[in-house]
């Protein structure tokens, strides 16, 4: 006892360095909680306590549409909120929600690989609810590939031909009324392809539609053109194309590319 309770200091002090030098925000750092950023350039964050229950932080400073959340959460369409929000200096809010393990089926959508066809129609769908939230005005402005959390069928349960995708919408920060949400300034046009310069621009459900079917729809094409990374013979017709490619624009083979 007398031995652990020396080397309490050292690894509660070892935990707090290894969440400053992560980048974690100070209102989430907590000694005994393990502490992971979930997506780059985001504050998003998964939190495992040392008991209980997991769940996921995100750290806002802008008006969050808590209404819009709650109602899509109740439609089983967005996380559930795990406590009250959490309100700091700043403006800054702190949104905790519960965590949902990828072993329960939840993918993003890039990794789905069930029926596309019947994922379309599903999502459509929800997209619907969504706009019927906030008395019908309800827009989300952020339909990206990592903002759809999609399960194709519940783990351990029999393939029925009627099973259908289920869909989660996540990131609701630019979300809200529609004529009352607007893009952010310098916002990246590669975040919103399907509006020509939309910093500024008021978001809107026409704006939401097509977003989510470029999504759907590039998500799909891309997972068709990944060649099999376990074919010996797609890695030589990869390595022979670039070989091409390189003589084509260059001039020249590409330095190091081997031919097998």
């Known amino acids: 006892m007398e031995l652990a309770a020396a080397h309490q ?18 209102m989430l750092r907590n000694n005994s909680h393990d502490i992971k950023q979930l997506a780059k350039r985001k504050h998003v964050y998964h939190v495992i306590p040392e008991s209980g229950k997991s769940w996921v932080a995100k750290v806002v400073a802008t008006p969050y549409p808590w209404q819009l959340h709650e109602e899509l ?9 795990v406590t009250p929000v959490e309100g700091y ?6 949104i905790k929600m519960e965590y949902l393990d990828p ?49 194709e069928r519940k783990p351990d349960c029999e393939v029925r031909p009627s099973e259908r995708p289920q869909v989660m919408f996540l990131d ?20 919103v392809r399907t509006v020509k310069k939309p910093d500024g621009q008021l978001i809107s459900r026409k704006h939401d539609t097509q977003q989510l079917k470029e999504t759907l729809g590039r998500c799909r094409r891309q997972q068709y053109r990944q060649p099999d990374t376990n074919s010996q013979h797609c890695a030589s017709v990869h390595a022979c194309k670039h070989y ?14 081997r031919i097998t």
């Open 73 to 81: 959460s109740a439609l089983g369409l967005a996380l559930k909120l």
């Open 103 to 151: 072993a329960d089926g939840w993918v993003r959508l890039q990794r789905f690989t069930g029926d596309w066809d019947a994922l379309h129609e599903v999502a459509m769908e929800a997209l619907k609810s969504l706009q019927s939230c906030l008395d019908g005005k309800a827009v989300h402005g952020d339909l990206n590939p990592s903002n759809l959390l999609v399960r």
């Open 9 to 26: 200091p050292l690894q509660v002090r070892a935990a707090r360095n290894k969440q400053l030098t992560d980048g974690i925000p100070h």
């Open 89 to 94: 200096p700043g403006r800054v809010q702190v």
């Open 244 to 257: 091409v490619r390189s003589i084509v624009f260059s001039g020249k083979p590409a330095l190091f590319t």
């Open 172 to 191: 609701l920060a630019w979300g809200g009324q529609q004529g009352q949400v607007a893009y952010p300034p310098f916002v990246n046009g590669k975040a």
